[in-house]
């Protein structure tokens, strides 16, 4: 499903940046420019799932132990942790 949704994208550029004064120069960079902003989108939107798991990381996991560790002896917290 998504090479046809994103074959329909690349035909709906093409049909945008085509009529009958387009040289095929002018449309090659076009066409260019465009597959550049798509990697960008996706390289952006691997970025943020890359710091959203980051924060579910610190949130999820790293604040518990931060708050095991001020409230329980340093001893026990060793213990709880080994199970």
Known sequence: MQS??????QNTII???VNSNTSLINFSKHVNEQIDLDE???S???SNLT????IFIEEAIDA????????IPPTEVESVLEV
């Open 4 to 9: 046809t949704q994103r074959v329909e994208g």
């Open 15 to 17: 049909k945008n940046s």
């Open 40 to 42: 960008q989108f996706e």
């Open 44 to 46: 952006n939107k691997l």
């Open 51 to 54: 710091k959203a798991f980051d």
């Open 64 to 71: 518990p132990a931060i708050l095991l560790n001020d409230f």
